[in-house]
């Protein structure tokens, strides 16, 4: 059986494979902008929740227990 390349079959196949190889283009792509969103957001949160212990600080240095927000139920 020879093959000519004009097969329909063969046009599939090299546009199946196309595809494949654009959403794995796609997905690694998506999988390193997931991982840079998770480190940003992790940062986030250590950037919050030292912002929430300074000004938990302040608040008990003008003489309010827990800062502002907190409960001042011991």
Do not use: C, K
Not at 1 to 20: C, F, I, N, V, Y
């Amino acid at each position: 059986m020879a093959q000519t390349g004009d097969d329909p079959l063969d046009a599939r196949l090299a546009e199946l494979e196309s595809r494949l190889a654009f959403q794995d283009d796609l997905v690694g792509e998506l999988n390193r902008e997931v991982s840079e969103q998770a480190l940003a957001i992790a940062a986030l949160r250590r950037e919050l929740e030292w912002l929430r212990e300074s000004l938990a600080r302040v608040g008990g240095a003008l003489g309010q227990p827990g800062g502002p927000g907190r409960s001042t139920e011991p």
